[in-house]
């Protein structure tokens, strides 16, 4: 089991600047790949950026490419979201998870943070 919480989002203007980040409690961090979703209104929970248990693989949405990075820290069971150049299309709760073994949907799942991004 891996409990996963989020933190940092809030309100930013387009073209700013947030990271995120995704503490977890658990057993094995390093052996899951990480993964941060988001999900606007109206619209489903999508992958945007994960990142393999031990950090050398990264994949990226192409929406976000270039603008997002994912990152971890496994010695402090951290996975992080470096998000510049934002858009408003980026308003969305976004939700760290721990990946299953297809790496594409989560297993474990944070609560989720808001970003928002005014033009």
């Known amino acids: 089991q891996v409990q996963l919480v989020e933190s940092g989002g809030g309100n930013v203007q387009a073209g700013g600047s947030l990271r995120l980040s995704c503490v977890a409690s658990?057993?094995?961090?390093?052996?899951?790949?990480m993964g941060w979703f988001r999900q606007a209104p109206g619209k489903e929970r999508e992958l945007e950026a994960a990142?393999?248990?031990?950090?050398?693989?990264?994949y990226y949405d192409n929406s976000v490419k270039g603008r997002f990075t994912i990152s971890r820290d496994n010695a402090k069971h951290t996975v992080y979201l470096q998000m510049d150049s934002l858009k408003p299309e980026d308003t969305a709760v976004y939700y760290c998870?721990?990946?299953?073994?297809?790496?594409?949907?989560?297993?474990?799942w944070g609560q989720g943070t808001q970003v928002t991004v005014s033009s």
């Open positions: 998870a721990a990946l299953d073994e297809s790496a594409t949907e989560g297993r474990y």
């Open positions: 990142i393999s248990g031990g950090g050398g693989s990264q």
């Open positions: 658990g057993h094995a961090f390093s052996s899951y790949h």
